[in-house]
């Protein structure tokens, strides 16, 4: 059983607000670094610095679609994710 933040935030001396925001700005932090790094990983593999430069080198054949295409779509989605953590964390702050 987890204990409750209230109790954590008392052992603490802290709010639970507080501890509650500092607690959820550092996991957005840790997911926004692991999102990054996941992020330079593409750029270095395809030497791209967007999806868009990635997909005009697939075009053009400037690589070879297979897994670059995959890979693509995977840092879209990336990019859309570290989108939506630098929104929440802009609610939070």
């Given at each position: 059983?987890l204990?409750?933040i209230?109790?954590?935030?008392?052992?603490?001396?802290?709010?639970?607000?507080t501890?509650w925001?500092?607690?959820l700005?550092?996991?957005l932090?840790?997911?926004m670094r692991?999102v990054?790094m996941?992020?330079?990983?593409i750029q270095d593999?395809?030497?791209?610095r967007?999806?868009q430069?990635?997909?005009?080198?697939?075009e053009s054949?400037?690589?070879?679609s297979h897994p670059a295409?995959?890979?693509?779509i995977?840092?879209?989605?990336l990019v859309?994710?570290?989108?939506?953590?630098?929104k929440?964390?802009?609610?939070i702050?």
């Amino acid at each position: 059983m987890l204990p409750e933040i209230k109790d954590i935030a008392q052992e603490l001396n802290i709010a639970p607000e507080t501890l509650w925001k500092e607690s959820l700005l550092a996991y957005l932090t840790n997911e926004m670094r692991l999102v990054e790094m996941d992020i330079r990983d593409i750029q270095d593999r395809y030497r791209s610095r967007t999806p868009q430069e990635l997909r005009q080198k697939i075009e053009s054949n400037q690589i070879y679609s297979h897994p670059a295409w995959e890979e693509m779509i995977e840092w879209e989605n990336l990019v859309a994710h570290q989108s939506m953590l630098l929104k929440i964390q802009r609610e939070i702050s």
